[in-house]
């Protein structure tokens, strides 16, 4: 593989070419039981709020009764998409979309305006939008309205054009990538001509990789997050490879960071790593050569480094002067993104993937209670983190990390959640993404994107990862979303049930498994589930990154898209797709759910604008054309 192809990679693919695990013996390649279509259809997926599985031959299908097809009818709003090849964004008859912003727009008007040729003025890079947009949420302050959006990460074939092949050459190509990074804040306003960012609104603001921080839970102060710079280890600089979010009830920003250990390497070839790095996949050489030109990203030089990053980090987007926080209680591992619920008694409840082949699905359950207009500094420090496990007769239980079940400390499990979670038995997954909560029912729902290590190899740990119940194919490459209940129709019990909500696949290709779930037919295929969002309505948005070469195991599936889900009924239909070779990824409303913002990323040129120019990651925005509610 040639140097070039593998910065192309993509995240998990160059984290498994960094660290390539053994192969294991032991587990069946199939398991003909549990993968026939069938066997399957019939006994792992159940839908309908409520009706989990408790056992093969148990599911309930509401699709098939009259009621509920007439009931489905109508919570679905619009005429679904064909799959679509091209280049740009496609959506229902009846709706339009517009661009909202594009990586290199403006911010602040003294940036620099954007320049093809250069990928994007150096000195502005901290004043404009960012790359790669990722999770959103919107926040409304009296008659403003706020859109605060994570940058994931950066291409630097076209942020550093100037570059042979775009690794950095300077300290200055460094500073560029690390300021296109991060979160976006910025106030948003519909005006004649649609919807446009308010340049140098006081609440627009950049959160880069150099942004200082404040570290705080059970963490803070340990000296596993001290440094010569920070000898007190509470204060860190910048929040990295932010992917999903979520938004707390008091009404904060939650920015995820996800793949933080790419960015971190080591200018001595020799160096030694701890242990705890090759579990979280940290090695002696990065993704952007970093460490080459900033010595914070040596690990050779500063070996705590990179302990103090792969937290949530809380952000008040009304507030530009106020630090953003990194919440060591909720665990630090590839966080997707963090879906809060309030439980009965008040406590808040945060639901968290680990983004990794054969990692977990955690949830954080605060001490104290939120009480709307007290204060909320330490919810998110004081509580409990458990981590899932999954029985294949339909139940499960939240196990509880403490130092009585793991033997480490708090500050311990905190820093090294991966291992606690371990020691705990966990049921390892196929790669948890994106979380989100029924805002109409005590459900909560999570993408298992895909694994094609499943049955084959283990996780970074050494965890086995058989084929089981919520993870039921091996070589999984379709995904599923797993659905589970709480006990009591409480969030915070440790009990719960769970079933499939679909298994993803190619009925065009496949008749076992690998075909899908009942709810999969030709005209909602799809691959790889994402990114998540309810509307308020109960309709679940599901947002798709995966294989988008329309051939082979995944012919018929066209590009990347996004589409909507009944829960009560199951049925999925296609919203959107969009261009080529991009994600989408991330999505909110307005606050008169008018308009459905929606992030593209890494898209392949000519999209947004034309050919010949760079490909500039970007969110849109979309309505109705009679301007009616969407969601």
């Given at each position: 593989m040639t140097?070039?192809?593998?910065?192309?990679?993509?995240?998990?693919?160059?984290d498994?070419?960094?660290?390539?695990?053994?192969?294991t013996?032991?587990?069946?390649?199939v398991?003909e039981?549990g993968?026939?279509r069938?066997?399957?259809?019939?006994g792992?997926?159940a839908?309908g709020?409520?009706a989990?599985?408790?056992?093969?031959?148990?599911?309930?299908?509401?699709?098939n009764?009259?009621s509920a097809?007439?009931?489905?009818?109508g919570?679905f709003?619009?005429?679904p998409v064909?799959?679509?090849?091209?280049?740009?964004?496609?959506?229902?008859?009846g709706y339009?979309?517009?661009?909202?912003v594009?990586?290199?727009?403006?911010?602040?008007s003294?940036?620099?305006?954007?320049d093809?040729?250069?990928g994007?003025d150096?000195e502005s890079s901290?004043r404009?939008?960012g790359?790669n947009?990722d999770?959103m949420?919107?926040?409304?302050?009296g008659?403003?309205?706020?859109i605060?959006?994570?940058h994931?990460?950066v291409?630097p074939k076209?942020?550093l054009?100037?570059?042979?092949?775009?690794?950095?050459?300077?300290?200055a190509?460094?500073?560029?990538?690390?300021?296109?990074?991060?979160?976006?804040?910025m106030?948003?306003a519909e005006g004649?001509?649609?919807?446009?960012v308010?340049v140098?609104?006081p609440?627009?603001r950049?959160?880069?990789?150099?942004t200082?921080?404040r570290?705080?839970g059970?963490?803070?102060?340990?000296?596993?997050?001290k440094?010569e710079?920070?000898?007190?280890?509470t204060?860190?600089l910048g929040?990295?490879?932010?992917?999903?979010?979520g938004?707390?009830?008091?009404?904060?920003?939650l920015?995820?960071?996800e793949?933080?250990?790419?960015y971190f390497?080591?200018?001595d070839?020799n160096?030694?790593r701890?242990?705890?790095?090759?579990?979280?996949g940290i090695?002696?050489?990065?993704?952007y050569n970093?460490?080459?030109?900033?010595?914070?990203?040596?690990?050779?030089k500063?070996?705590?480094?990179?302990?103090?990053?792969g937290y949530?980090?809380?952000?008040?987007?009304?507030?530009?002067?106020?630090?953003?926080?990194?919440?060591?209680?909720?665990?630090?591992?590839k966080?997707?993104?963090?879906?809060?619920?309030?439980?009965?008694?008040?406590?808040?409840?945060?639901y968290?993937?680990?983004?990794e082949?054969?990692?977990f699905?955690y949830?954080?359950?605060?001490?104290g209670?939120?009480?709307?207009?007290a204060s909320?500094?330490?919810?998110?420090?004081?509580?409990?983190?458990y981590?899932?496990r999954?029985?294949d007769?339909?139940?499960?239980?939240?196990?509880?990390?403490?130092?009585?079940?793991t033997g480490?400390?708090?500050?311990e499990?905190?820093?090294?959640?991966?291992?606690?979670?371990?020691?705990?038995?966990?049921?390892t997954m196929?790669r948890?993404?994106?979380v989100?909560?029924n805002p109409v029912?005590?459900e909560?729902?999570?993408?298992?994107?895909n694994n094609k290590?499943r049955a084959?190899?283990?996780?970074?740990?050494?965890?086995?990862t058989?084929?089981n119940?919520?993870?039921p194919?091996?070589?999984?490459h379709?995904?599923?979303?797993?659905?589970?209940y709480p006990a009591n129709?409480?969030?915070v019990d440790?009990?719960?049930?769970?079933?499939?909500?679909v298994?993803?696949?190619?009925?065009?290709?496949h008749?076992?498994a690998?075909?899908g779930s009942?709810?999969?037919?030709d005209?909602?295929?799809?691959n790889?589930?994402?990114?998540?969002?309810?509307?308020?309505?109960?309709?679940?948005?599901?947002?798709?990154?995966?294989?988008?070469?329309?051939?082979g195991?995944f012919?018929g599936?066209?590009?990347?898209?996004m589409?909507?889900?009944?829960?009560?009924?199951?049925?999925i239909e296609r919203?959107?797709?969009?261009?080529?070779?991009?994600?989408?990824?991330?999505?909110?409303?307005?606050?008169?759910?008018?308009?459905?913002?929606?992030?593209?990323?890494?898209?392949?040129?000519?999209?947004?604008?034309g050919?010949?120019?760079l490909?500039?990651?970007?969110?849109?925005?979309?309505k109705?054309?009679?301007n009616?509610?969407i969601?």
């Open positions: 140097e070039n192809n593998k910065d192309e990679l993509s995240w998990d693919e160059w498994e070419l960094m660290r390539p695990t053994e192969e013996t032991g587990f069946d390649r398991v039981a993968l026939s069938r066997g399957f259809l019939n792992l997926v839908f709020s409520g989990a599985v408790m056992g093969l031959g148990t599911g309930v299908n509401l699709l009764t009259a097809q007439a009931q489905d009818a919570r709003a619009f005429t064909t799959t679509a090849t091209d280049a740009t964004v496609h959506v229902p008859e339009t979309w517009d661009l909202l594009k990586w290199g727009d403006k911010l602040f003294d940036a620099a305006e954007f093809h040729a250069t994007g150096a901290d404009v939008f790359e947009t999770g949420e919107l926040f409304v302050f008659d403003k309205q706020v605060a959006v994570n994931e990460y291409n076209i942020n054009p100037h570059t042979e092949d775009g690794k950095p050459q300077a300290a190509d460094v500073r560029k990538l690390q300021n296109l990074q991060g979160v976006a804040v106030e948003v004649e001509n649609g919807w446009s308010v140098d609104s609440y627009n950049r959160i880069t990789h150099n200082p921080m570290i705080s059970p963490a803070a102060g340990h000296d596993l997050l440094t710079a920070d000898p007190t280890g204060q860190s929040t990295f490879n932010n992917c999903g979010a938004k707390t009830p008091w009404g904060t920003y920015t995820c960071e793949n933080f250990n790419g390497g080591s200018t070839e160096y030694e701890p242990e705890d790095f090759k579990r979280y090695n002696n050489e990065s993704r970093y460490e080459k030109f900033d010595d914070r990203f040596d690990i050779s500063n070996f705590n480094e990179p302990r103090r990053a949530i980090v809380e952000i008040d987007p009304g507030d530009p002067t106020s630090t953003p926080v990194k919440r060591t209680a909720l665990g630090r591992f966080h997707e993104n963090a879906a809060c619920a309030v439980a009965r008694d008040g406590r808040v409840v945060v968290m993937g680990d983004d082949r054969g990692e699905l949830k954080f359950v605060s001490d209670v939120y009480t709307p207009g909320t500094d330490n919810l998110l420090d004081e509580g409990t983190l981590v899932a999954f029985n007769d339909g139940s499960g239980e939240w196990l509880a990390l403490t130092e009585e079940t480490m400390s708090t500050a499990i905190s820093i090294y959640s991966r291992m606690a979670a371990s020691k705990v038995g966990a049921t196929d948890p993404e994106w989100a909560v029912a005590v909560a729902y999570c993408a298992l994107t290590n084959v190899k283990p996780n970074a740990g050494g965890d086995p058989p084929v119940g919520p993870n194919r091996a070589e999984n379709y995904g599923q979303i797993v659905r589970w129709d409480d969030h440790p009990g719960f049930k769970w079933d499939l909500f298994m993803a696949g190619n009925p065009l290709v008749e076992d690998y075909a009942a709810n999969i037919n005209g909602n295929l799809f790889s589930p994402d990114g998540m969002m309810f509307d308020t309505s109960g309709l679940l948005w599901i947002q798709t990154d995966g294989n988008y070469k329309n051939e195991d012919a599936m066209g590009n990347n898209q589409l909507v889900g009944d829960p009560v009924t199951g049925r919203f959107m797709t969009v261009p080529y070779g991009s994600e989408v990824t991330g999505i909110t409303w307005s606050a008169d759910k008018r308009t459905l913002f929606v992030g593209i990323q890494h898209p392949a040129a000519p999209f947004p604008d050919e010949g120019k490909a500039r990651s970007s969110v849109i925005a979309v109705r054309a009679d009616g509610r969601g």
